[in-house]
């Protein structure tokens, strides 16, 4: 699948096949690790762009052969059917454990967990956090988009102050249940970690540095330097109970406020704010 675009007035010789028709330019080629299979997330997710862009970094890199991705409970729980790689399903929040097994089992494969907040910040605390503590040689891409959107849009531990959902129907109350967790702060506290970043999937800016995190993210495994996680802030339209445009806005807007769009370790080592 590509799209095309005709060029402007002026024709260049090279432009023009038999005839003098105007040949068409490529613009978009679907990546050769994403099947062709249709998604099924709702007009605007964020979901299917991290897919994507996953699938390219596969290509660049060449590892899509020896990729094996551990599919989240979540709304991308039929990421196996997306990926042309070996992906495998863990219970909700243990990614990081099958991860783990699978790399130290095969250290030729190139491991990444694909995880939801509510998978990956609430039920997958411990996992999360022991791992990166392990520095283990695998990769966390983490698509916070503030909600639990496979189940309803309940609350997660992402959910921003105020914010209303299925069980904070009033707005979340941190005098009640706390402030959003920031995962890549937490994990940044420990010695083991190679590269931690978070993006804003809000914007083709916001494609353009998570292509480069995950660049670099599944560029440390392929060199063996250890764990990477890479934060994603993505719209979940539905739950987050906006149109896409303005999903967006709340993720570039009011998600980064909260949760600061940076690296913060590069090649091991802190990176200051
Ligand atoms: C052990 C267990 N507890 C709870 C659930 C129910 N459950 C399925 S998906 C989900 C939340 C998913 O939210 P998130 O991880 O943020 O992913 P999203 O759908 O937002 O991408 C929950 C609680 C489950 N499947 N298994
Ligand atoms: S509910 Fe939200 S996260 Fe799930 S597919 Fe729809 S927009 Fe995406
Ligand atoms: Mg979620």
Redesign the pocket.
């Known amino acids: 699948m590509h799209a095309v675009i005709r060029r402007g007035r002026k024709r260049s010789a090279r432009a023009e096949g038999p005839g003098g028709a105007r040949a068409p330019r490529k613009v978009y080629a679907r990546p050769a690790a994403l099947t062709d299979v249709q998604t099924?997330?709702?007009?605007?997710?964020?979901?299917g762009i991290v897919h994507k862009v996953i699938a390219e970094t596969m290509d660049a890199l060449h590892i899509t052969d020896r990729c094996v991705g551990i599919a989240p409970v979540?709304?991308?729980v039929l990421a196996y059917f997306y990926f042309a790689c070996d992906v495998t399903e863990a219970a909700h929040g243990r990614g990081p454990a099958v991860a783990t097994g699978i790399k130290r089992a095969r250290p030729d494969t190139i491991v990444f967990s694909y995880q939801?907040d509510g998978d990956l910040a609430a039920i997958g605390t411990a996992e999360t956090i022991h791992a990166a503590n392990r520095g283990e040689n695998i990769t966390v891409v983490f698509?916070n988009?503030s909600?639990y959107?496979?189940t309803g849009?309940q609350m997660a531990p992402t959910t921003l102050p105020g914010q209303k959902t299925a069980t904070c129907p009033a707005g979340r109350d941190p005098d009640d249940v706390g402030t959003p967790i920031r995962m890549c702060e937490l994990i940044n506290t420990l010695d083991r970690p190679y590269h931690i970043e978070r993006v804003a999937l809000d914007s083709p800016q916001g494609v353009r540095s998570l292509r480069r995190a995950l660049r670099a993210a599944f560029g440390a495994q392929v060199e063996g330097r250890g764990y990477s996680f890479v934060e994603v802030l993505?719209?979940?339209?539905?739950?987050?109970r906006l149109s896409p445009a303005r999903?967006l806005k709340f993720v570039g807007e009011k998600m980064a406020a909260h949760f600061p769009v940076r690296v913060f370790r590069r090649e091991g080592k802190c990176v200051d704010a």
């Open positions: 099924h997330y709702c007009p605007g997710c964020g979901h979540g709304c991308a939801g698509v988009n909600v959107g496979m849009g993505s719209a979940c339209p539905t739950y987050q999903a």
